[in-house]
């Protein structure tokens, strides 16, 4: 199947896609876009994953700073209170929930409150004066989100195809979440700004299809069996076990199939860093003789926490690990030994923890542990020893897949899915996936439940249910595995759909349907409220059957109701027009509007709440940038105070008569001194400001330093004066070269009877489109040339005595401009040279061509005029004289070509003036 992998990579240029994994610790992304091929989007440190931590703090000015990722790292440490990480687990959570008090107590300082946009969801109050930069956990989702696809586009700046289309984005997400934790990572990839979200996928999922997309089967391996894998993933927040199926059918399709899911929430890395944590605060609390319940500062907590996911990482290769943590507590420093046997023994009860999810995943699925194939593992904390050594013991060592590059599979998975989705094309059929839910969705209606989607389900699943009789008040409310999280109130029923009739038989009575759907982001909702005509007799028709049955299949019954439409067609056109109190007959089903639902816990984010925070992240954007810009002008103008003093005790000797040192160098003390104490409030203008203040000086010593070795007599600005006249008469006789060797291959197309004007606008266009207008160039910098060379000839023209009096600034300024614009003619000609060269070169190739032609045209006339004399013969006609009529017009354009060479022999003899730039623009 590694096809699969090829095959994507050819049809890429339809999408830029990001692949997100995010994770209660990491965060890792891939990138598909046209000339990008799966690559892992690097941080700025070049490093292939990044925390999932953001700090924001305020600034003395007002400001508020946004770092991210491992940038925070050491901000996070140090300012605990205003760093949020690791908000994976309270994605969805609402105020109420455990998981906010456990999140508080390992995110020491952290203050978190109850969003009053939103009840029950949950903010993070960060100590700033102004309310709107306090963060729901969307929010904070929303700017690492964010911050990707910008460091994305910065990856892509040179690919501005792939640039343009950087909207599709998917996210991983654990396999066990609730509607409002999927709603939330929906909500927060709508606020980052993602165009496209091309959904949702389940982690294990990803990690299966990439497994499945990186195999390779030979024609034998297409057998139809069915073969059992598992992953294991053990991240920091929570392990999981995914149990799924390949079978590679004898019609060499291929199908995945998700099976079953097993799972701890709690339990990952960070629980077992805690638990290292809880050994340090023992052995700190003992070495300091506190108080068994003695609370440290967040900065000193944090620091030990730090120390605590140190030991943890060092005792996977290590059998022990010394802290020593500096100051922590009154400027006592603390040291303590940690043993990897203490780590393993403090955990001795989450050994059970391990092993359960795969044991869950197997329960009841019929598939034992030796019937896996492989358990590919996966998640930073599956490769903790002891919990290894569990699984082998548990599982085997021969079944644990040890190729697989499981770190990035997640996000490699999440970007195939991502494509699959985006991409329905036919190869998708060859390799089938088949992912289904792992809760069971039910609804109550006006108190009675029942079933509408059970576990095993298939994503992207529609049900139509018939809910009975009309009633007038409907009360509809939708259940994950018996919980209730979302309700609708339908009311006056009757009266909405009083103006529908059915048909006057009164065997049809007007029924209600509902639709329900299971997304494929696995999102359980009510779609639709219908009413239909249904014919009475078959069983149980007129009861509820809410329990009780199939939905009805309404097609049916749709063929008798289209008998009677053909011969009252004009009612049924009209049947959804609820406004028009006319009856109307139901022929079809007629939609009633959906209402607004209530949500019992967590409310998504409203539509309005989301352009709030759209607008607010594009001021907190605005300002970062303008910090970024400040930042640079900032060391722009540092560095050009440093220089400027440099250059000074360089050329202090030589410069002293000229200026005031002691000025110059009174400025830089000043500016540096500015910049290091007085420039904070300072706007970015002011800075601006400064760097001009200090270039003008900078560039009045460059000048009398280069002064001082300039020839600036009369004698040398002469010398300066013939070398740029004779480049000017350079670029004439070029000039001239170049119109005699056009009016040559004008020439040669006149004689030929070819249309040289035609070509020639053709030509000209066709190069104009290859790029800027070369021509446009030139005018400008041959008119300042002239200008200064006219300028340069008055100036040497003087008298001796006169030019004395010039200043030497002024000299010197003059040569400088008559220099530099020497140089740019100079580049200018052989640019020139080369462009006549391929026009030359087209005119000629094109002639060729238009002579060839000209033959054949001439061959098949002789052929045609032959038949005709041939046929004349019989018939007395005379032949056509077209002969003529083309000398006529030739004699006429060789007249027109000799009055412009002539033309052009006029103005070679006006030497000094250059060719009229009307004539160099037309023929050039
Ligand atoms: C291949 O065979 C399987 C199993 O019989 C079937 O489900 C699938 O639709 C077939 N695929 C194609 C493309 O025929
Ligand atoms: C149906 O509606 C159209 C306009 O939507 C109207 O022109 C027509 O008269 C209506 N017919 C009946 C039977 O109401
Ligand atoms: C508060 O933040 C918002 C951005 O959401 C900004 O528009 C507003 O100017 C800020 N208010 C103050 C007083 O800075
Ligand atoms: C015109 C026509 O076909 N009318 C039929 C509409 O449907 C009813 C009920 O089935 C029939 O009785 C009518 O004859
Ligand atoms: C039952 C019903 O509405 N029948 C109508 C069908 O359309 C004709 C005109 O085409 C009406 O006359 C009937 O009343």
């Not at 609370?295 to 059998?319: D, F, M, Q, Y």
């Not at 007129?542 to 019954?557: A, G, I, R, S, T």
Request: aromatic residues 8%.
């Amino acid at each position: 199947m590694k096809f699969f992998i090829a095959f994507y990579l050819l049809t890429l240029s339809l999408a830029a896609i990001l692949g997100i994994d995010y994770g209660q610790q990491f965060t890792k992304a891939v990138m598909l876009a046209p000339g990008v091929q799966f690559e892992i989007l690097l941080t700025e440190e070049a490093r292939r994953k990044d925390l999932s931590s953001i700090s924001i703090r305020p600034e003395k000015n007002g400001e508020i700073e946004r770092v991210y990722g491992s940038a925070a790292q050491s901000l996070c440490t140090r300012f605990p209170h205003h760093c949020i990480g690791g908000i994976k687990s309270l994605l969805g959570k609402s105020f109420q929930d455990r998981d906010l008090s456990d999140y508080l107590s390992t995110h020491f300082g952290l203050k978190a409150i109850e969003d009053e946009d939103r009840t029950n969801a949950i903010k993070f109050d960060l100590g700033f004066a102004n309310q709107s930069f306090a963060f729901s956990v969307e929010e904070v989702l929303a700017m690492t989100l964010k911050e990707l696809k910008n460091r994305a586009l910065k990856n892509l700046d040179e690919n501005p195809v792939a640039k343009a289309i950087v909207d599709d984005v998917a996210i991983s997400v654990p396999p066990y979440i609730t509607q409002e934790q999927r709603q939330a990572y929906i909500d927060a990839l709508e606020i980052a700004g993602y165009k496209n979200i091309l959904g949702l996928v389940d982690e294990g999922t990803a990690v299966a299809i990439n497994y499945a997309s990186n195999q390779k089967y030979e024609q034998k391996d297409y057998d139809n069996k069915k073969k059992f894998h598992m992953i294991y993933d053990m991240g920091a927040g929570s392990t999981k076990a995914t149990l799924f199926s390949i079978t590679p059918f004898s019609n060499l399709t291929t199908k995945l199939e998700l099976e079953n899911i097993g799972f701890d929430v709690a339990f990952g890395g960070q629980a077992l860093t805690q638990s290292i944590y809880n050994i340090l605060i023992e052995k700190l609390t003992s070495s300091f003789g506190l108080d068994e319940d003695f609370e440290l500062p967040p900065r000193a907590a944090a620091r030990l926490l730090e120390g605590a996911e140190k030991a943890k990482i060092i005792l996977s290769a290590n059998s022990d690990y010394h802290l020593s943590l500096e100051s922590i507590l009154d400027e006592k420093d603390f040291k303590a030994v940690i043993t990897r046997e203490e780590f393993e023994e403090i955990n001795i009860d989450n050994m059970v923890r391990i092993t359960k999810p795969i044991m869950d995943a197997l329960h009841g699925t019929g598939v034992s542990i030796n019937e896996l194939q492989s358990v590919i593992l996966t998640g930073g904390s599956s490769r903790i020893p002891f919990v290894q050594k569990h699984l082998a013991t548990l599982l085997g060592e021969q079944r644990i897949a040890k190729t697989v590059n499981a770190d990035e599979s997640c996000a490699l998975g999440t970007t195939i899915k991502a494509f699959r989705e985006k991409t329905s094309f036919s190869f998708n059929k060859d390799f089938v996936v088949e992912d289904k839910t792992y809760h069971n969705y039910e609804v109550s209606v006006n108190g009675e439940e029942f079933s509408v989607f059970e576990k095993g389900t298939p994503a992207d699943s529609t049900k139509r249910i018939n809910l009975g009789e009309l009633i007038d008040d409907l009360s509809i409310e939708l259940f994950e595995d018996g919980r209730y999280f979302k309700g609708y109130t339908v009311e006056n029923v009757l009266d909405k759909t009083s103006s529908l009739t059915c048909n006057d038989d009164k065997a049809y009575k007007k029924q209600i349907f509902a639709t329900f759907t299971l997304d494929s982001n696995k999102i359980f909702s009510f779609t639709k409220l219908e009413v239909e005509c249904i014919k009475e007799g078959k069983d149980g028709f007129f009861k509820k059957f809410l329990n009780k049955e199939e939905p009805v299949d309404f097609e049916e019954e749709a063929p008798e109701a289209e008998e009677n439409e053909s011969t009252n067609s004009t009612a049924s056109v009209n049947a959804t027009d609820s406004s028009s109190r006319k009856s109307r007959k139901v022929l079809r089903p007629v939609s009633i509007s959906i209402p607004r639902p209530q949500y019992p816990s967590l409310k998504p984010m409203s539509r309005p709440l989301k352009q709030r925070v759209t607008s607010k992240f594009k001021y907190l954007d605005s300002r970062d940038e303008y910090k970024i810009a400040l930042d640079n002008t900032k060391n722009r103008l540092e560095a050009a105070c440093y220089q400027l003093r440099n250059l000074i005790d360089e050329h202090e000797e030589r410069i002293s008569d000229e200026l005031s040192v002691d000025n110059f160098r009174e400025l830089v003390s000043e500016t540096i001194e500015w910049l290091e104490f007085d420039s904070d409030d300072s706007p970015l203008s002011e800075f601006e400001d400064k760097i001009r203040q200090i270039q003008i000086r900078h560039d009045e010593i460059h000048a009398i330093t280069k002064m001082s070795t300039t020839d600036l007599s009369l004698e040398g600005m002469t010398k300066l004066y013939e070398e740029g006249s004779s480049i000017m008469m350079k670029i004439q006789s070029k000039m001239l070269e170049f119109g005699s060797s056009i009016s040559e291959i004008r020439q040669k197309y006149d004689k030929e009877g070819l249309d040289f004007d035609k070509e020639n606008d053709r030509i000209k266009l066709q190069l104009l489109s290859k790029g800027e207008d070369k021509m446009m160039r030139l005018d400008r910098s041959l008119g300042k040339y002239k200008d200064l060379l006219t300028q340069l000839g008055e100036t040497v023209q003087l008298n001796e005595k006169y030019f004395n009096k010039i200043a030497k600034r002024e000299l010197f300024d003059t040569y400088e401009a008559m220099t530099e614009s020497i140089v740019q003619m100079l580049a200018d000609l052989v640019m020139l040279d080369e462009s006549h060269q391929e026009r030359m070169q087209l005119f000629n190739t094109k002639f060729e061509k238009l002579v060839e032609r000209k033959k054949q045209k001439e061959f098949r006339e002789k052929l045609k005029q032959e038949k005709a004399n041939a046929d004349g013969e019989k018939q007395g006609e005379v032949p056509i004289q077209e002969d003529e009529d083309v000398e006529h017009e030739q004699t006429e354009q060789t007249e027109q070509t000799e009055q412009e060479t002539q033309q052009q022999d006029n103005n070679a003899e006006n030497s000094f003036e250059p060719v009229d730039e009307e004539i160099v623009h037309d023929e050039l």
